[in-house]
């Protein structure tokens, strides 16, 4: 019985020493993005071949080590601000790894991280990838991987070259019909350069205003669809650039020219909230337009609108000045009452604008007011006290 027992003894410690013998290790070194040794960092051990995973961390010199792996394939992983957590990795980041490392018996399997000399590598593959060019150094180095990467990244940049020649070549005859007044031509290379790049907010903004150059040329059912257009860009540009005034006011200056007041109102108000600097001249262009649309009322509520905005946007004084010299009142004696502000408006053009285009006709209505008109404008020639010339004998 007992030299039984001392067999299985024996045998035991045979089969526990074959056992231990069955197992492998790897070590290796760390190196940061600077060059020196990375201390702290986790290395995560994951056997492929079957299910298990290990894990140690980098010394102060940058070294690691892992013993008792079992003989198998491995992927080695170097993970930076991760912490250990009831034996697993929690957070970080995955800077690094080396597929299907094979343990042995005997020495330690090597496995070093080099994260300065990884970045630099990286760098040569994108400056290849972006100038076409690779040495014969840099695809010495590279990986299978990194090769299809980078053969991929080269063909998606010669696309996106074509592609781009193709696109400058569109938007540029897009920009010279428009310059030469050639809407349909305009229209049609914008909306092909929207195609390859939808993106671009400029180039939405160039086809609505080709678009609505295209509908002053129109009549009609044409003219409406042209605007309908015209407006669905300017949307998709505001959309891709929001804080663009300058598309808002273009947009509201399409909404007046379609008799979309109370819409292109609202849109201008964005506009100059926006941008309250050139908010007079974002509601003069509105005046502007409304006026030559006979729209009276609307074009005089825009350039108070203008003054408001901006008291020393001469043109929209003059311009308020004459909306409301049309709602001047007759007396019985002939003579006309203007509304109050008429005055002030022509004055405050001419201090603007001495010599301006519309100054002698402001100086005009000025003087005629003086003779003729209850106002709060007073001549500086006139002397104090005196009375009023004779008015006019009425016509029979």
Known sequence: MMKSMRKMTVLAGLVAGFAFAQTGAIEGVVKGPDGNPLAGAWIRIERTDIKGEYLCDSKKKGDFFHAGLPLGTYNVQLYTGAKKVKGKLEGGELVDQVKGVRTRLGDPTAVNFDLFERASRQAAVQKAAETGTVTAEVARDMSPEQKEALEKAMKERSASMAKNKDLNDAFNGGMEALKAQD????????????????????????????YSGMARSQKGEEADASLVKTYESFQKAIELKPDDASYINNYALALARGKKFAESQQELEKAATLDPTNGGKYFYNLGALLTNANQTEAAGTAFKRAIESDPNYADAQYQYGIYLTGKAQTKPDGSLVFPPGTAEAFQKYVELKPDGAFSESAKGMLQAMGQKVETTFSNPKKPSGAKPPAAAPKKK
């Open 183 to 210: 809407f349909a031509t305009g229209i049609t290379q914008f909306t092909k350069a929207s195609t390859m790049d939808p993106k671009q907010h400029v180039i939405w903004a160039q086809l609505a205003e080709s």
